[in-house]
């Protein structure tokens, strides 16, 4: 492979990525809509996620009232261990903890099914047989990982917040009263549409990654594997990035609540 | 009745690496057609480009006066209704039993109703020999009553053209001759347009009307079967002949040393060419030539013994009726 070829490769890669995407975009729009597909792909999507993300959550939701309470306390500052909990869950770890898991569980699943059914030739046998592979197969899986994202969300939100409440409460020897009195102290109710739309985006990137890395696998069970291997990969590359550009938008377009 | 396909001045590369340049061709309609080629010579690329999954990097496919190498996305899925393509490994819907695998075609661009659909269903099942198998997921049956299956499927639409990946591929001698013997009734009952993809000589001798051999990133040679089956031009007589004597290869074509090495000895003489395999009901397709016809009209003396009942032994038996055989 020569120089040249290295460098444009990747940015290649990237434009059939974004070409990909809008197809499925247009796909979105066309009649009619795989209904049976989606509810399917959203039931089993949510099916390999909930149990584990609960579990993710909450330890976050410890963590963060560790981190945070340890901290605070020094200022004397204690009563806004609930908020800071608050904020932390709700802006940033519930959303990023689903994206996580729906790119890790759900997207991996997704690579791997389109990603054998493409090295069988079932994509080439449904586009024979007249049928656009994307509006059939990708477009449910992309509306159903952004309805599961928002759902998960809403999962981690709570269980994230409770399991701030448990360990601060309980183990940290903060009360109940300052805890729940304390959440609308910095938090306000964009945080929570943030959240929510974030987890739409990152639900978005990860279906639209792992249907595309499926669809594209190619050289037998081996190239199976990779789809799957580099479709987390680069979902969690771009739902860092995506988290970042999302939180500084919403830093210049939501101003922070006064004490 | 079938439609011509005619393949002008293709060629495809993938990056720096050619898979064949220029190959023009033209697959007569209603008759059967092998493309022939050894391993890794890009003949399911060639199929691939007939069906515009793969876009050639040049020249054009002409089906009924639609280009498909540069027609539309619209124009494409509108032409492939004319197709019927049977894949390597029947490429069944995994999540789908084979009746709705069958059915998916129907259920997807008719509005038949759901008992016309199963009528029809069991008619291609029936002549496929799948009759009590309907209620089967693909991973459950054996790779030969996948390849059926993929068949039933494929021909649920009434094609024009029907394309075989590698139809005998991974099936033993027996299964073989069945699926030959399919294709062949196939064609005399729907009169479509065949083209095999294979690299089975037993069945590029007696199945075909045509042949084309791809080779060395060319097409070596297309034309009627006795064409191919007397020439003496190497690549096609090594071939067509399983011989290690000629151009080709172990891996690729054989360099300059390795062929002057190969100068002094003698190539066996032709086979005889045998007949070809008739349809089950013993009559002769409506788009089958005379046996001898292309040599006579060209002044060719066919090898001595062809065109006799048992040549050279090897004339696959034509079984009374498929259907009743479990393949």
Known sequence: ?259 | MGVEVRVEGLTKTFGSQTIWRDVSLTLPAGQISVMLGPSGTGKSVFLKTLIGLIKPDAGHIFIEGTDIATCSERELYEVRKLFGVLFQDGAMFGSMTLFDNVAFPLREHTRKTESQIRDIVMEKMEMVGLVGAEDKLPGEISGGMRKRAGLARALVLEPEIILFDEPDSGLDPVRTAFINQLIVDLNQQTEATFLIVTHDIGTARTVPDNIGLLYHRHLSMFGPREMLLSSQEPAVRQFLNAQTIGPIGMSEEKDADELAAEDHTTLPPLPPIPLQLLPSDGRPRPTQPEPGAWCAANGVVPPPGSFQADPSGFVPQSPESLTGGAV
């Open chain 1, 1 to 259: 492979m020569s120089v040249g070829s290295a460098l444009t490769a990747p940015l290649a890669t990237v434009g059939r990525l974004f070409a990909f995407g809008a197809d499925v975009l247009l796909a979105v729009f066309r009649r009619p809509f795989q209904f049976r597909e989606f509810i399917q792909q959203a039931w089993f999507i949510a099916s390999v996620t909930i149990v584990p993300i609960a579990l993710v959550s909450i330890p976050f939701g410890a963590v963060v009232a560790l981190q945070t309470g340890s901290l605070v306390q020094q200022f004397g500052a204690q009563s806004f261990v609930g908020s800071a909990a608050v904020l932390a869950v709700l802006r940033e770890a519930a959303p990023i903890a689903t994206a996580l898991l729906v790119a890790g569980a759900g997207g991996s699943a997704i690579a791997a099914d389109l990603g054998a059914r493409k090295i069988r030739e079932e994509l080439d046998a449904m586009m024979v047989l007249g049928i656009d592979p994307i509006h059939r197969l990708v477009v449910p899986r992309v509306l159903a990982c952004m309805l599961v994202a928002v759902f998960l969300n809403g999962l981690v939100s709570v269980v994230g917040v409770m399991g701030g409440y448990v360990f601060n409460v309980m183990m940290q020897g903060g009360t109940p009263g300052a805890y729940l009195a304390s959440f609308t102290a910095l938090a306000q109710t964009p945080d929570l549409y943030q959240g929510m739309a974030k987890a739409l985006v990152f639900g978005l990137i990860a279906a639209i990654v792992s249907t595309y890395m499926g669809m594209n696998a190619g050289g037998g069970p081996q190239g199976v594997g990779q789809a799957v291997m580099e479709s987390v990969v680069i979902t969690f590359l771009l739902l860092f990035l995506a988290n970042f550009i999302l939180s500084a938008l919403y830093f210049q377009l939501v101003p922070a609540k006064a004490i």
